[in-house]
């Protein structure tokens, strides 16, 4: 692969939290793999300068490591990857995203002016080979790649990132990450090749948010012609066009989606696969029993971890993976009765044995969560709030009103796996006088019916909120009243909004910190969420699969992947 140029925030986003969320992120690939080593220039604001050398850090067991042979990287080949939440996708249309389950299928399509890098989570170049803030941290110059095309044949340029970015920020367009955008006040083009970033004010999450969701850059012309302008479900979004390494073929809803190489990619030798096809499946026994058989080459997170013994002791696949800062909690409605009485949340919370729960369901793997950071300069480990009390428990529910005890709703998937989450709680809690009435719903129409409705009370909430690469965009997706999240928590809190507002543009995360600290500390007190763990996030393989690691935001992104002969 040729050697780009990269220009990296030094002491800002280069040494914030994506790199130290790999404290808690064990990798398993040890072989020659493309790497974006990013090349650091001067810190381009005053504020800018490096985590502290205090900054608090979790407390972890090494992670296991899968030692592989080394080897060069082969070319062909068809990777098979499954996870059980690809049947749920509802489009392929990068601005519309809400679920996780569109990741891995989007980040192979599509490419972003910055990418999160596997493994050390470096905020690197990936459309944009080089950028440059002001000193006031204002704006921001992205220096553009030249040879890049997506896969209808037209030009990335300036002017097709403007029309993209321009889409996310337009109201009238309704896309799902719109407000990470929100700082950007101009977009200009300067020239064909560099892009400039007018903000509204200095914001320090910047450059992780263009390296997710809101920065995908999907073709303007194959937008423009699909008419996905005005329509979210529109037929670009089965008809999607990118500049990634590998272009749309197909997609059978609910079964499978194929993806070839794009033989114009940019980056010089990627990839290295003729193609991937993404299956679908429902129960991860299901999914297990595919790996084993050699049916697919990669089985997602999310392994029960009953099923991880049976991975681990056949010689011909592997685990990859450890412990991470993805975090599981059940969430409550909080503007609608029972849930608006903040005392039978705090009651919940102070009801779950965490420690009993995770031994029971993780079978140990992971560890008990009271706040939303798991690792990472934003996590305070003094932050415990609400840990297991049985009597404080019972004393909440007097506090609530509830002297006998309460019967609640609880909604969840409909994968064994949910069924043993939510059984398990159902009986920590019935210890306490709080009893569970379980409200199965199927795991791929959850998320949408989630959005839908305003009835769900509350529910598991464990599959998909994983760390970002900056800790800003995490609570501002849960936790601000402005966030996604909120369409279902519907949690509103001025002083964590203001907080919020104030910690974003500090771009010296030893002056964030503590902001982010007392954020944690409000919603924690609000009990909006009830917290559970913080997972061990794994992928199951072939012995064949070479090349992956998991990024500290614990998305899979294959890109670099190839196949053993």
């Known amino acids: 692969m040729k050697n780009r140029v990269k220009s990296v925030y030094i002491g800002t986003l280069l040494l914030i939290g994506v790199v130290v969320f790999l404290l808690g992120l064990g990798c398993g690939s040890s072989e020659p793999s493309p790497t974006r080593v990013p090349q650091p220039t001067a810190a381009p604001v005053p504020q800018a300068s490096a985590v502290p050398a205090a900054t608090p850090t979790p407390v972890r067991a090494t992670p296991i490591v899968v030692p592989q042979p080394k080897a060069g990287p082969n070319y062909g080949g068809t990777l098979?990857?499954?996870?059980?939440?690809?049947?749920?996708?509802?489009?392929?249309?990068?601005h519309y995203s809400f679920s996780y389950s569109e990741y891995m299928v989007n980040y192979a399509m599509y490419n972003n002016l910055v990418e999160i890098t596997a493994p050390d989570g470096v905020i690197g170049p990936d459309l944009a080979q080089s950028w440059d803030f002001s000193q006031d941290g204002k704006t921001v110059t992205f220096n553009l790649v030249r040879n890049a095309k997506y896969?209808?044949?037209?030009?990335?340029?300036?002017?097709?990132?403007k029309k993209n970015l321009s889409r996310v920020m337009d109201k009238e367009v309704g896309a799902s990450q719109a407000a990470k955008l929100e700082p950007i006040e101009r977009i200009e083009v300067v020239d064909k090749y560099t892009l400039k970033l007018h903000l509204k004010r200095p914001w320090r999450p910047l450059l992780a948010a263009l390296a997710e969701r809101p920065g995908w850059m999907p073709s303007p012309s194959a937008v423009q012609k699909f008419n996905s302008y005005d329509e979210i479900m529109g037929d670009f979004g089965r008809n999607p066009v990118g500049s990634g390494p590998f272009k749309f073929r197909e997609w059978i809803v609910g079964e499978r989606i194929t993806v070839d190489r794009f033989d114009q990619y940019f980056e010089e030798g990627l990839p290295y696969l003729d193609s991937i096809k993404y299956v679908a499946f429902n129960e991860g026994s299901v999914g297990v029993a595919m790996l084993r058989t050699g049916e697919v080459d990669m089985l997602d997170m999310f392994l029960q971890?009953?099923?991880?013994?049976?991975?681990r002791r056949n010689p011909d696949l592997k685990l990859i993976g450890g412990q991470s800062g993805r975090t599981g909690v059940?969430?409550?409605?909080?503007?609608?009765?029972?849930?608006d009485n903040?005392?039978?949340?705090?009651?919940v919370a102070y009801g779950l044995n965490r420690q009993a729960y995770i031994d029971a369901v993780y079978a140990g793997e992971g560890v008990p969560a009271y706040q939303w950071e798991g690792t990472g300069w934003a996590y305070n480990p003094n932050l415990k709030l609400f840990a297991y009390d049985a009597q404080k428990a019972k004393e909440k529910l007097v506090e609530a009103g509830y002297p006998n005890g309460v019967t609640l709703r609880y909604t969840c998937g409909s994968t064994t796996q949910n069924r043993a989450k939510c059984e398990t709680i159902q009986a920590l809690l019935s210890e306490v006088g709080i009893n569970l009435e379980i409200d199965i719903v199927l795991s791929s129409e959850f998320y949408s019916k989630l959005y839908a409705k305003r009835d769900h009370g509350m529910y598991m909430l464990d599959t998909a909120w994983?760390?970002?690469?900056?800790?800003?965009?995490?609570?501002?997706?849960?936790?601000?009243?402005d966030g996604f999240q909120t369409r279902t928590a519907h949690y509103k809190n001025p002083e964590v909004d203001r907080l919020m507002d104030?910690?974003?543009?500090?771009?010296?995360?030893?002056k964030a910190q503590s902001l982010y600290w007392k954020i944690q500390e409000i919603a924690a007190q609000d009990a909006v969420y009830a917290y559970l763990v913080h997972e061990n996030v794994w992928m199951g393989a072939t012995q064949k699969v070479r090349g992956f690691d998991w990024a500290p935001d614990t998305v899979a992104r294959i890109r670099d992947v190839w196949l053993a002969k």
């Open 305 to 311: 971890s009953s099923f991880l013994p049976l991975i």
């Open 502 to 510: 104030e910690a974003g543009p500090i771009y010296d995360p030893s």
């Open 342 to 347: 903040k005392s039978l949340r705090q009651a």
């Open 80 to 94: 098979r990857y499954t996870w059980w939440g690809l049947g749920s996708i509802k489009s392929l249309d990068p």
């Open 330 to 339: 059940i969430q409550f409605t909080v503007d609608e009765e029972p849930f």
């Open 151 to 161: 896969h209808d044949g037209t030009d990335f340029d300036a002017e097709s990132a």
């Open 466 to 481: 994983f760390p970002r690469g900056d800790p800003h965009g995490r609570f501002q997706i849960l936790l601000h009243s």
